[in-house]
């Protein structure tokens, strides 16, 4: 089976090789990404709802369904199957684009490009006729281009054939489930239900019953998890780690997974007391199932993004109404800093949550939702959030509750949320001193142990320097004037910040008089608290202020809720055409400015031209909605054009942000892996902070070098070194230094020992 994979790959490799063949290959293979995917079951959905047809939108939400279930499959089959592509696997390798090297087994694009054709075609037959042929197309230009064997690229089209088949059923289950629905209620006998077969054809009776049939709505839940898998989780590890702050949690996770030692957190072999080790140890456990690459270090935000919207929508339902809380859900996460924290190894997404949980939980208590035994979640996420982040989480929190309760005592608001020692009844005190326990427990025991091995240097960094000199501003690189804030939550927060000065005005009040009211004023006091706590520092950075979103999506989802009830667009006329006069112009400048730039960007206007024509319409297919009193299809539109501007955010832009040295110190960590034995030295001399990610890829630590004298000190007598550089540095290095690798501008050099 092994020759003939061979001998079909060289057939088609170089077998058909010809110039003319090469660009018809690659729009080929560029069919099959995840991006024009999706772009397809958009185009079927948005059409589905314009025709106000059932079988497009149900087309396109199959579409969907396919490409979120691929990604999906594609991140967990590649990380059991570690079979090498190739140009790994053989030395005649043609390749036309830019050339892979991660895990081969089984081809992406051809599994998702079989499985959105096969989803779609089960309810347009005749859509079959121009899909599955380009998916045919697309699984043979991945051979041509050098970036699967034949066998890759059968599999997955098996695969994906058989996830289209699941994603269609699951969409015609529903249709069927409401058609039983609606005909119970009206009375109207149907014969037959809409099912699909591995076929993916209908009966007749199947057809007239379902032409017969009033569409139903997909549920709003179904649509708002579809979407944070789509946002968060789709093509999680495709591009490189970026940034300083990824590369130094994932490099402390993996030094955590590697050694065993989950109490002294490490980077490069240093003790690193940035931060606490609860998202280290999620990210090495994340690291022991998935192994060493991105998609394992950032899974355990974008699950930490799914639960805070999940959470937001289960307090908005419970505070006010389940029309509350799913718009609360979207909100959250359709707004702009959402993606980044999402999809980056952060720990603001796992911070913020365990924030929105503890005080969650106590206005639950407080209003009376929740028993007394409500504070045992209250505690336990206060102290799940000093491990998170520090003590910030404890002085947020707890800031929050007495400004909320010095405004309900001010106001002769007679119940207290925290309960008198003096009172003896046991439903009272029992559950808060059960739940103080609780918190000791959980936060102690870390912070002692750590201490305890660090002969008290844990407390003089952390503690001393990370938080309260920082906070002074002894951080010049993060200092930042008191007013930083006010854009940054504007345009982190958009477009729902656009209505959050209309909720303020509209539903904010110092008395309130009923549930809504309180939980208005809760949400303000919240948001306010954490911005004004921050902007107090001096040290700031914009993902900071992140725990103020989650009660904005409340405040802007109690405002669209009220203007839903009532039936008044007049509560959000002016807001939404704010929304769309910052849309026009951060649109135009988009589509402008990508094709004007003084040094222009290789693909950038493949995404920004894209991003700017979903921020347009959305925001424009919204105002035109909510000034005809349809304010759900406004609500939607403004949803679906930030998800389309998130999407090609994720699924393009990333990629192309990535180019350069983030992708260099993925390629060159790699090589270092490869070539260098255990006992070598490896420095990385006069580099950017953009390669800091060379440690997590080379899975060793890299010694860090910037002036001659301290390359000259890394060298040990009687070892072989590696040193990484750039091109410009080459002669810097000590004399007989030979080149064995070159990436672009960079390269891998070996020292030996004689030659010192």
């Known amino acids: 089976m092994l020759e003939l994979d061979v001998t079909l790959f060289k057939l088609i490799n170089t077998g058909l090789a010809s110039p003319w063949l090469d660009p018809v290959m690659r729009v080929a293979t560029a069919l099959g990404t995840g991006a024009a995917q999706t772009a397809l079951s958009l185009a079927l ?60 087994f089984p081809s992406g694009h ?3 490009a079989w499985a959105v054709a096969v989803a779609c075609g089960a309810f347009i037959p005749r859509l079959r006729f121009l899909l599955i042929p380009i998916s045919v197309l697309t699984g043979v230009s991945r051979v041509y281009v050098g970036a699967h064997f034949p066998l890759d690229v059968i599999f997955g089209a098996a695969f994906g054939a058989i996830l289209g088949i699941s994603c269609a059923r699951l969409i015609a289950r529903d249709a069927a489930s409401a058609s039983k629905a609606t005909t119970s209620a009206t009375g109207v006998g149907v014969s037959g239900t809409v099912g699909i077969g591995v076929s993916g054809t209908r009966s007749r009776n199947d057809l007239q019953s379902a032409s017969a049939k009033p569409a139903r709505r997909i549920p709003a839940g179904l649509i708002l998890a579809l979407l944070c898998l789509a946002l968060f989780f789709a093509r999680l590890g495709a591009t490189p780690l970026m940034g300083l702050d990824e590369a130094l949690y994932a490099e402390a996770a993996r030094e955590m997974a590697a050694s065993g030692d989950y109490i002294v957190p490490r980077y490069n072999g240093e003790p690193f007391f940035d931060k606490p080790p609860l998202a280290y140890w999620l990210q090495a456990a994340s690291i022991k199932a998935f192994g060493v690459d991105s998609f394992a270090v950032r899974l355990p935000s974008a699950m930490a993004a799914s639960l805070l919207v999940a959470l937001v929508v289960a307090l908005g339902t419970k505070l006010h109404s389940r029309r509350t809380g799913l718009p609360a859900g979207f909100a959250l996460a359709t707004a702009i800093y959402t993606l980044p924290l999402a999809r980056l190894c952060s720990l603001d997404q796992l911070f913020t949550l365990t924030i929105t949980a503890a005080l969650g939980c106590f206005l639950l208590v407080h209003l009376g939702l929740w028993s007394r035994w409500g504070w045992l979640g209250f505690w336990a996420a206060t102290g799940l959030s000093l491990l998170a982040k520090g003590p910030a989480g404890a002085v947020l ?103 959050v000065p209309a909720a303020c005005i509209g539903l904010v009040r110092l008395r309130p008089t009923d549930r809504t009211g309180r939980t208005a004023l809760f949400a303000a006091v919240w948001a306010a608290v954490v911005i004004v706590v921050f902007s ?13 979103y989650p009660p904005s999506a409340l405040l802007v989802a109690l405002l669209w809720s009220r203007a839903m009830e009532e039936r008044d667009p007049a509560v959000i006329r002016r807001s939404t055409l704010a929304a769309v006069v910052i849309s026009a ?76 040295d983030y992708t260099a110190a993925a390629k060159l960590g790699r090589e270092i892996k490869r070539i260098a034995g255990s006992s070598d030295t490896v420095i990385a001399y006069s580099l950017s902070q953009q390669t800091r990610a060379l440690p997590f890829y080379a899975e060793r630590p890299v010694l860090l070098a910037y002036t001659p004298s301290e390359l000259r000190a890394a060298l040990r007598p009687g070892e072989a070194a590696f040193i990484i550089t750039q091109l410009k540095h080459f002669r810097d290095l000590p004399p007989g230094s030979e080149i064995q690798q070159r990436h672009r501008q960079h390269l891998i050099c070996r020292l030996q020992p004689r030659q010192r």
Not at 429 to 444: C, E, S, Y
Request: glycine letters at 8%.
């Open 45 to 104: 959905l948005t059409a589905g709802w314009i025709r106000e047809s059932a079988r497009l939108r149900r087309a396109g939400w199959a579409g969907l369904a396919a490409c979120v279930f691929s990604c999906l499959a594609i991140a967990v089959l590649k990380s059991i199957w570690s079979r090498p592509r190739p140009l790994l696997a053989l030395f005649d390798v043609r390749i036309v684009g830019d050339p892979l090297f991660t895990n081969g």
């Open 110 to 112: 051809t599994l998702t």
């Open 397 to 499: 929190i707890f800031a929050v509750i007495a400004v909320f309760v010095a405004i309900d005592r001010a106001r002769g608001q007679t119940p207290s949320p925290i309960p008198q020692i003096a009172n003896p009844r046991s439903q009272v005190v029992v559950p808060f001193a059960a739940g103080l326990l609780l918190f000791v427990l959980i936060a102690a025991p870390w912070y002692v142990l750590v201490q305890r091995e660090t002969g008290g240097a844990f407390l003089r960094e952390f503690i001393v320097h990370q938080n309260l000199q920082r906070a002074m501003g002894e951080d010049f690189a993060h200092n930042a004037p008191f007013w930083f804030y006010l854009p940054i939550y504007l345009a982190g927060f958009f477009p729902w910040s656009s209505f």
């Open 536 to 548: 107090i520092s001096k040290s700031k950075l914009p993902n900071y202020i992140y725990p103020a």
């Open 585 to 660: 112009v951060l649109g135009t400048a988009m589509i402008v400015g990508a094709r004007s730039l003084p040094k222009p960007v290789p693909g950038l206007p493949t995404a920004l031209i894209p991003m700017g024509l979903f921020l347009l319409v959305g925001s424009v297919a919204a105002w035109v909605f909510v000034r005809s009193g349809r304010l759900i299809r406004g609500f939607a539109s403004l949803c679906c054009g930030m998800a389309g501007f998130m999407l090609i955010a994720a699924l393009i832009g990333a990629p192309i942000a990535a180019q350069g």
